[in-house]
């Protein structure tokens, strides 16, 4: 049997803005969140704009206490969870809490703190007094832990690191999850961070391409539960993800090829989805303007879409998110949705594709805040 999620509420922490509405009105009126970065850090960047919440401050969204040691990816996952609770209504029982869970992606959690722990243990005095605070901000399953204990979820905690891939592997994990009864709603979601440490290996892997945009940051949390019991509660939702395909080929301009391999994941996603490629509104891919990558996602596009639908580059507004992109991608579509009815039950698709050569597909079809049409 299976099981569609759907989405009841969603939570995100952008340059955009924060909050579900606010992120639309800024998608809406197609705002870029590059900002300056120059004075964030203390270290040389090797670009001086970036997609980046400069003025992020934990206090000011968490409040004082309890912040202090939260690293940056952390503070904005454990926003974005309370955010997308907010969005959703979800007021919980004592009872109720066994049965609500968290997954979030990532690429590799905080690389600045895993990177500060690595450093202690080099620059400090033997015995290598490496302050013990700094250790549980260095495992990547740091933001999805403190998520659940943030917010009092103590349902199946995890945490997905799959780069580029994690949106779909988050999704398909959870339906997995809710199928199979292991919890009955989850906090899915994925968070990236934007640091010195990511944007020199950015640098140092694509400082070549000229074409590449910058870099961004966000944490996107969706509230998913099983659409089927939700329609049967005569419950709105604000999407139904109806499939999430995963392929892994060889990188782009090898065999097996990528292209292929993702038009095959395409076909295969419509397929479980029950839609056809002329269904299909618009088209979200993750190109983020380095040819060899981008050509996987249109090359693939093309294949399966022809000129049908409309094609969406939503990193021109936001960056590249790297594990947080996929996420974002489904946000955007949300966000166009939010607010207008005309849209309601259109079918969209998000693609993806790594360096390596993973590729990925979402087939959902969204709704308005006020639309009539979540008894399709």
Known sequence: MTTSLAITGWGVLSPQGVGADAFARAMAQGRSGLADVGGMFDEPLPAQKAHA????????????????NLD????????????????????????DREEVGVVLGCTAGS?????DFDRETLVNDRPYMVEPLLFPNA?????????????????VNGTVPSGQLSAVSVLRYGRT?????????????????????RAWIEQHRYGGEPSRLPLGEAAVVLVAEDAARVRAEGRPMDAEILAAEFGQYAAPGQSPDPAEGLAGRLRDALRAAGVTPAEVTSVVTGERGIPHLDEVERSAVEAVFGRHGERLRVKELTGECDGAAGMVQIAAVLARHREDPARDGQVSVVTSCSEDGAVGAVVFRGWSRNGAGRDD
């Open 177 to 197: 999850l809710i199928r199979r009864g292991h919890a009955r709603t989850l906090l899915l979601g994925a968070v990236e961070e934007f640091g010195t440490h």
């Open 139 to 155: 495992v990547m399953n740091c933001a999805a832990s403190r998520c659940a204990i943030w917010h009092d979820l103590r349902g």
């Open 111 to 115: 690389l600045r703190a895993t990177a």
């Open 72 to 95: 940056r990816s952390t503070a904005f996952a454990v926003t974005a969870t309370g955010l997308a609770l907010a969005d959703a209504g979800l007021v919980l029982a004592e009872e």
């Open 53 to 68: 919440i400069v003025d992020f401050d934990v206090r000011e969204h968490l409040g004082r206490r309890r912040t202090g």
